[in-house]
């Protein structure tokens, strides 16, 4: 079945900290892979994608993720938070067909 | 360009009513989807469409019924609605896809939905 785990289901940062958010996928074909951020009380919004080649693909407002094949993973990081970034992130991944399947999501609350 | 729009943004329903959730799109893209939000379980997919007159059942479809009459506007319906429907529901849209490539999803404002 296909899955998308993300590991982190609340993270609490304070502000400078840096972050890393796992996402891990079961699926062993071609990928297509999403970080989208969902900010308090508003709709989902890309960060970043990746398709193919540079699997260091780098987003939105300073993120960035790195795919890794081996080890199914499409980790989110940011060297360096801000309070503004407190926000809920999904990762999600497209296998090949005509929809996407959403990871459940990580709460992150920068303290300032 | 308005991208994804719902209506309404807020309903409260008895149990047994029934209502439609309308989502429109201004950006001409095949693909449109309805998922529901829940604490702590991410989005899931409840029904999807790759074209006018295409529907197809995602992972949580009980309950719900979808229709796809204009390529713009995509449509779910609660004939006999449950408090477990109580849930905030999106829409989404994108292009068709590209060889392997499959873009990105743009999403509505949502539809916070509370079931009596």
């Known amino acids: 079945a296909q899955s998308v785990s993300q590991h982190n289901h609340h993270v609490i940062l304070s502000e400078a900290a840096s972050l890393e958010l796992g996402c891990n996928y079961s699926?062993?074909?071609?990928?297509?892979l999403f970080w989208y951020v969902q900010y308090p009380g508003q709709h989902l919004q890309l960060l970043l994608k990746?398709?193919?080649?540079?699997?260091l693909v780098k987003g939105i407002k300073g993120f960035e993720a790195e795919f890794i094949k081996s080890k199914f993973s499409f980790n989110l990081r940011k060297p360096s938070v801000q309070w503004s970034d407190t926000a809920e992130y999904f990762c999600?991944?497209?296998?090949?067909?005509?929809?996407?399947?959403f990871g459940k999501g990580t709460r992150l609350h920068i303290l300032p | 360009n308005a991208g994804v729009t719902q209506t309404p943004k807020f309903r409260v329903l008895k149990t047994g009513q029934s209502m439609t959730l309308l989502c429109a799109q201004d950006?001409?893209?095949?693909?449109m989807y309805w998922y529901r939000q829940d604490p702590g379980m991410g989005l899931r997919l409840i029904h999807y469409?790759?074209?006018?007159?295409?529907?197809a059942k995602g992972e949580v479809p009980d309950g719900y019924n979808v229709s796809r009459l204009k390529k713009q506007n995509f449509l779910l319906g609660l004939e006999s609605a449950a408090p477990s429907q109580t849930s905030v529901y999106f829409c989404?849209?994108?292009?068709?896809?590209?060889?392997?490539?499959?873009?990105?999803?743009?999403f509505g404002p949502g539809t916070r939905l509370t079931v009596l």
């Open positions: 469409s790759v074209g006018e007159g295409t529907t």
């Open positions: 950006m001409n893209h095949e693909y």
């Open positions: 989404a849209s994108t292009r068709l896809r590209s060889g392997a490539t499959y873009n990105e999803q743009f």
């Open positions: 999600a991944v497209n296998e090949g067909d005509d929809k996407i399947i």
């Open positions: 990746y398709f193919s080649g540079d699997p």
């Open positions: 699926y062993g074909g071609t990928v297509n």
